[in-house]
């Protein structure tokens, strides 16, 4: 084994989880997750807005009555468009990410979204090995997308048409 490559963390035993469509009750667990995950994470008036408006649908992930992640997506006609998904560090490698996406994949399918598009930081290799197992496959590059750090972002898509109904 190369010493040089970053190991990835085991898999944890999976917990009990309850996916359901966020409140504004919530908003507090979820800046919290969002603080402990991002460099510039999303305020709080961007997810007021999110939750107001009529194609943003934002989940969360409970687990014994607390938020402990969350995923925010936009559905436009047949598209999906992925545009937040975190889970709060101390539950990560548990499946919580892992049903949040098959919960938004059920619920898109349900109202005829099927194509899926988003934008991940290169360096996000957790992220990115995520969207794999979803079929995400990378489609280009947006060059110094994030400009906090000046990174390039992997576009990615995946198409869930052939899952057929009630997949997930
Ligand atoms: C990416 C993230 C959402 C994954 O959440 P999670 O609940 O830990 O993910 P899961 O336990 O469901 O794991 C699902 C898959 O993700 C990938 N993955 C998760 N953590 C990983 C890690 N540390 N290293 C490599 N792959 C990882 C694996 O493919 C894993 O599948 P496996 O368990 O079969 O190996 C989480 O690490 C996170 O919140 N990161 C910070 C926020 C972020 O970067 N969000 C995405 C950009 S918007």
Redesign the pocket.
């Known amino acids: 084994m190369n010493a040089e490559m970053p190991q990835?963390?085991p898999?944890l035993h999976s917990v009990e989880v309850a996916i359901r469509k966020m409140e504004k009750e919530d908003l507090p667990g979820v800046l919290e997750?969002e603080r402990l995950?991002?460099r510039t994470p999303w305020t709080e008036t961007l997810f007021l807005e999110e939750l107001e408006t009529p194609f943003c649908n934002s989940l969360v992930a409970v687990v014994e009555g607390l938020v402990r992640?969350s995923i925010h997506f936009a559905i436009v006609l047949d598209e999906i468009h992925?545009r937040?998904?975190?889970?709060h560090?101390s539950?990560?490698?548990?499946?919580?990410?892992?049903?949040l996406m098959e919960e938004m994949i059920e619920r898109s399918m349900k109202k005829g979204a099927f194509l899926c598009f988003?934008e991940?930081?290169y360096s996000?290799?957790?992220?990115i090995?995520?969207y794999?197992?979803f079929g995400f496959t990378r489609k280009g590059i947006r060059p110094l997308y994030y400009s906090d750090t000046n990174e390039d972002a992997v576009i990615m898509a995946a198409d869930f048409s052939g899952l057929g109904a009630g997949r997930a």
């Open positions: 990835i963390p898999r997750i995950s991002f992640g992925l937040n998904v975190a889970v560090p539950f990560k490698r548990r499946g919580i990410a892992t049903r988003l991940v930081r996000n290799r957790q992220a090995s995520l794999r197992k």
